[in-house]
């Protein structure tokens, strides 16, 4: 039989950037991986946290050709609601940053991972997938679907929604849908982006573009389910009529690319996210809707603190609670996004008076106050930034 000292369940983004940090970290994995994923033309947006990961991990140079700069990123209230919250900007420089992050395509991403997993010594891929896992204190065994049994000092799961690994260890989720569906797709425009991602919010959810190389851009438009079938059911030329109407032609012409794509939104969040000798990331562990940039820069903050407690010390043997202090550091990060993610997307979506005067009242600040709008800045780029700063500041007008 195999021993490895940490087997990788799931070869999408977060798995396969969870299997090149612990080898590079000096521990030897066993990536469970069927198959590469095809046909996926959305894209994600990373923040500069998960930037500054990719760099150390020696991935940047590769994806950066793909990549698009966010500088300046507003929120414009495009309802026809009584009470309208005014037009927030957001711009990277005020923090003292280039861009708050890039866009990239999601297959730019899959394919250099792919290329870098391959390469990895450290790193033996397995195309059969995962049919069961036995956790004990000291190891966990795994039974592959050919019949084939390995053992692995640590288990990280990043098997999806449907994740076999939080089944096995007794982990339970909480989850719920919403009324809601994103069009996903890409499209050229004639006039330039200059950097800037533009996110209106509607009756029905955000219409949020981000800027792609040269001119062109992606966009989720989230919609009711009957209307993402008309949409998708829409000649191209009267889609990319539709996309530059519900952009206010700030693009000017808009030509939608082949492929546009549509996903049902929902919500999950695990009652645990580590347990002895198992640990999940990715929607394993966590999944939302495709507001703020959150998902996969959630995703990559779980596989930092792995590296952290799994690689800090490569020679020594996991600890058999490794999966409980894991859990303990990312609970307050993961609860408090989720939650963060599901307020914003009902403000949209309720009629209630009450709570638009909230959602309004709160960007009016934002816009009016800079301090409380850099902290939010430095929050979204990095957990724990904009405190430290507010803090660092408030000590500096002190000494003074």
């Not at 930092?304 to 550091?329: M, Q």
């Not at 009016?364 to 803090?391: D, I, K, Q």
Request: charged share 20%.
């Amino acid at each position: 039989m195999q021993n490895y000292e940490i087997a990788v369940i799931g070869g999408g983004l977060a798995g396969s950037i969870a299997a090149l940090a612990m080898a590079r970290g000096g521990r030897k994995v066993l990536l469970v991986a069927p198959g590469p994923a095809n046909g996926d033309e959305r894209t994600t947006a990373l923040m500069d946290q998960s930037i500054r990961f990719m760099e150390r991990l020696g991935l940047w140079d590769t994806i950066a050709p793909s990549a698009a700069p966010l500088s300046v990123m507003q929120i414009i209230d495009g309802t026809d609601r009584l009470l309208r919250a005014p037009t927030a900007q957001f711009r990277a420089a005020d923090v003292g940053l280039y861009a708050f992050g890039y866009n990239i395509p999601n297959r730019a991403l899959h394919e250099t991972l792919q290329a870098a997993v391959a390469s990895e010594a450290n790193v033996t891929r397995g195309a059969t997938p995962l049919a069961t896992i036995v956790l004990s204190k000291d190891q966990a065994l795994l039974e592959l679907e050919d019949g084939q049994t390995v053992s692995a000092s640590f288990v990280i799961g990043a098997d999806g929604r449907g994740s076999k690994v939080r089944e096995s260890a007794g982990i339970g989720t909480r989850r719920w849908a919403y009324p809601q569906t994103a069009v996903v797709l890409n499209f050229e425009h004639s006039l330039p982006h200059g950097n800037v991602s533009t996110e209106f919010h509607t009756e029905s959810g955000p219409f949020t573009q981000v800027p792609l190389p040269g001119q062109r851009s992606s966009l989720v438009w989230v919609v009711k389910p009957q209307e993402a079938e008309r949409l998708l059911s829409l000649s191209p030329d009267a889609l990319s009529a539709e996309v530059e109407s519900r952009m206010q032609s700030m693009l000017g012409k808009v030509t939608v690319e082949p492929g546009p794509q549509s996903w049902p939104l929902s919500s999950l969040i695990a009652d645990r996210f580590g347990k002895e000798r198992i640990a999940l990331v990715g929607e394993a562990a966590h999944a939302f809707p495709p507001i703020g940039a959150q998902g996969l820069n959630l995703s990559l903050r779980d596989v930092i603190e792995l590296v952290e407690i799994l690689t800090a010390v490569p020679d020594r043997a996991i600890p058999s609670d490794a999966g409980d202090r894991f859990n303990r550091r990312r609970r307050a990060d993961i609860m408090s996004r989720t939650l963060g993610v599901d307020l914003l997307n009902r403000s949209l979506l309720s009629d209630f008076l009450p709570v638009q005067m909230l959602r309004a009242a709160g960007l009016h600040l934002l816009s009016a106050v800079p301090p409380l709008r850099n902290l939010m800045m430095r929050e979204g780029v990095e957990p724990g930034r904009g405190l430290r700063a507010f803090v660092g500041s408030l000590g500096k007008e002190v000494r003074r």
